[in-house]
């Protein structure tokens, strides 16, 4: 990856920050880069993530949003730098994060009820190995009547709709009282209302909680007035600041070394010739329009 121009590295501005500015990072990452062998699918990154702040990770199909989740997780070592999470390395740090996968693939979980996927969530890590039985119990219940599944605690994952089963995944990472929310396309494939319902979740989380989110993305709209910060991704480049900072056509004209617009229609962002990687799925601009019901 040839060096770029310091705009387009993404360490020239970063936003006003969310609900946690001032307190110490929740996550931290410093000069991070990362490579699967010669190929180097981001570099140069640095990012404070602040209790309560909820930052959106965009960027189109092999950007590296997988890679960075993986980071976090622990399973993915940088190529360079540095990346602490409430100071320490994501390994150790694991039980603090709370990940909600995409809609995934449903043939292993779909004979579980909705408790038992989050009794996982919480037998999975030490903390759950203190509790008695019925605290557990109690917990999970609890768990689910806070996110609005308790309706179907007893039902198996498989009968749910989409919808309902990313209320339990929700349930699941909330199990651990986790500090970090790391999301990875929670909203794929469901419905706006759906799409409403979770991101509401989530969103009372960290307004309850200070709990931070990470939140990957391809479709920005849905979380659009939640966004603290954007971290876009593009090939070779990104940049870390405000929707309004980041989501220009200027702001990715200079990200993406081409021509990029990008306009507001009845509040929402639309994103018109941001190109794809040989490797990405050919119609990310696209995407934008067909789900919001806009089109070029
Ligand atoms: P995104 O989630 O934005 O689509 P990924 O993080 O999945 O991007 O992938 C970024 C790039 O890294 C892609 O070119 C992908 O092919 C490559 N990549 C991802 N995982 C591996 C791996 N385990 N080994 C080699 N290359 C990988």
Same mark, same amino acid.
């Given at each position: 990856? %040839?060096? &770029?121009?310091?705009?387009?590295?993404?360490?020239? =501005?970063?936003?006003?920050?969310? %609900?946690?500015?001032?307190?110490?990072?929740?996550?931290?990452?410093?000069? *991070?880069?990362?490579?699967?062998?010669?190929?180097? &699918?981001?570099?140069?990154?640095?990012?404070? +993530?602040?209790?309560?702040?909820?930052?959106?990770?965009?960027?189109?199909?092999?950007?590296?949003?997988?890679?960075?989740?993986?980071?976090?997780?622990?399973?993915? #070592?940088?190529?360079?730098?540095?990346?602490?999470?409430?100071?320490?390395?994501?390994?150790?740090?694991?039980?603090?994060?709370?990940?909600?996968?995409?809609?995934?693939?449903?043939?292993?979980? *779909?004979?579980?009820?909705?408790? $038992?996927?989050? =009794?996982?969530?919480?037998?999975?890590?030490?903390?759950? #190995?203190?509790?008695?039985?019925?605290?557990?119990?109690?917990?999970?219940?609890?768990?689910?009547?806070?996110?609005?599944? %308790?309706?179907?605690?007893? &039902?198996?994952?498989?009968?749910?709709?989409?919808?309902?089963?990313?209320?339990?995944?929700?349930?699941?990472?909330?199990?651990?009282?986790?500090?970090?929310?790391?999301?990875?396309?929670?909203?794929?494939?469901?419905?706006?209302?759906?799409?409403?319902?979770?991101?509401?979740?989530? $969103?009372?989380?960290?307004?309850?909680?200070?709990?931070?989110?990470?939140? +990957?993305?391809?479709?920005?709209?849905? &979380?659009?007035?939640?966004?603290?910060? +954007?971290?876009?991704?593009?090939?070779? %480049?990104?940049?870390?600041?405000?929707? $309004?900072? +980041?989501?220009t056509s200027e702001s990715?004209s200079l990200?993406?070394?081409?021509?990029?617009?990008?306009?507001?229609?009845?509040?929402?962002?639309?994103?018109?010739?941001?190109?794809?990687?040989?490797?990405?799925?050919?119609?990310?601009?696209?995407?934008?329009?067909?789900?919001?019901?806009?089109?070029?």
């Amino acid at each position: 990856m %040839a060096s &770029v121009p310091q705009a387009r590295e993404g360490r020239t =501005r970063t936003g006003t920050g969310g %609900a946690g500015t001032g307190t110490a990072p929740v996550i931290s990452l410093r000069g *991070a880069a990362l490579s699967y062998g010669a190929r180097t &699918v981001w570099q140069g990154l640095d990012l404070d +993530v602040r209790p309560g702040e909820f930052i959106a990770v965009l960027g189109p199909n092999g950007s590296g949003k997988t890679s960075l989740v993986k980071a976090l997780l622990g399973r993915q #070592l940088l190529s360079a730098g540095t990346l602490a999470i409430l100071g320490h390395s994501p390994r150790e740090a694991s039980r603090h994060i709370g990940y909600v996968p995409q809609q995934a693939t449903l043939s292993a979980q *779909a004979m579980l009820r909705a408790r $038992d996927l989050v =009794r996982f969530g919480i037998d999975g890590h030490r903390f759950g #190995l203190g509790l008695r039985t019925r605290a557990i119990r109690g917990r999970v219940d609890e768990i689910l009547e806070a996110v609005g599944a %308790a309706a179907y605690a007893d &039902v198996p994952l498989g009968l749910l709709s989409g919808g309902e089963r990313q209320r339990v995944r929700i349930g699941q990472a909330l199990a651990t009282d986790p500090r970090i929310l790391l999301c990875d396309e929670p909203l794929l494939s469901l419905d706006l209302n759906h799409q409403r319902a979770v991101t509401e979740l989530i $969103d009372a989380r960290r307004r309850s909680h200070g709990t931070a989110v990470v939140f +990957v993305t391809h479709e920005i709209n849905p &979380v659009l007035d939640l966004v603290d910060r +954007v971290l876009y991704l593009a090939p070779g %480049a990104h940049r870390v600041g405000t929707p $309004d900072e +980041v989501l220009t056509s200027e702001s990715l004209s200079l990200l993406y070394d081409t021509q990029v617009d990008v306009v507001r229609v009845h509040g929402r962002v639309v994103v018109v010739g941001a190109p794809d990687e040989p490797s990405a799925q050919p119609h990310h601009a696209q995407e934008l329009h067909e789900s919001d019901g806009v089109r070029p």
